[in-house]
């Protein structure tokens, strides 16, 4: 009797290897084949030495596999009966193309799970002591790509109404969009805190995540000297480093 596949979307969170839940970890470390994002962390694919491989990167500016390719990877290999892990950074579902995955095994047949991760939506902004929701102060967040398939490096028509909203925002993928973000914090009765230094006083990190979070540092730099106000969340208490926050 032929084998039955099963196809788990599962979410790797962002930096170090051991952020990855534990029902992630255990499904990788017995999976018959694992299908990786680019930015995987290497101990990650370690925990499953024993499975076939198949790297599935994208990165802006090099060559990547074609997303109808992966689709047809992963059905294939389900298909095959195999149990397969298909590792993504972050969460599968945000921004992730995890979803036209799911819709792709669906429609051939293949059972599948999403098992979220820890979205770098959140876990950025943690890493710099910045609460993304915070009695008084914000009680929403939303996150907003700065890159999508059909335009590219552009940002959404109705940047200053997301401005308007109550909350915080996160931008992901918004690096070639840096000048338009930043005069979001021109929008009047609005704030933004960056934290300039997310790497320093803290754990020893891996080389990868080092890097990974002195290019954030810079980043957040480069939106702090366009802000009028800058502001350095840590533990949820601010220090002002440039300007003045606004009195409620």
Known sequence: MHKKGFVYLVGAGCGSADLITVRGLRLLQSCDAVVYDDLIDP??????????????????????????????LLVRLGQSGKTVV???????????????????????????????????????????????THRGASRSFHVITGHTAQTGDTLPESLEALAALHGTLVF?????????????????????????????????????????????AGICRTLAAEFDVVCEMTMGLPHVWKGEMPRA
């Open 172 to 216: 992901l993928m918004g690096l070639n969009s840096l000048e338009q973000i930043a005069a979001i914090s021109r929008v009047p009765a609005h704030f933004v805190c960056v934290c300039d230094g997310i790497w320093q006083g803290g754990e020893d990190y891996d080389p990868w995540t080092a890097a990974y979070t002195a290019g954030l």
């Open 86 to 132: 298909r590792l993504k950074g972050g969460d599968p579902f945000v921004f992730g193309r995890g979803g036209e995955e799911f819709l792709a095994l669906q429609a051939a047949g293949v059972p599948c799970e999403e098992v979220p991760g820890i979205s770098s939506c959140i876990a950025v902004p943690a890493a710099a002591g910045i609460p993304v």
């Open 43 to 72: 101990a990650l694919l370690a925990q499953a030495a024993h499975a076939e491989q198949h790297p599935a990167g994208k990165r802006c500016g090099r060559h990547s596999m074609p997303q109808s390719e992966i689709n047809s």
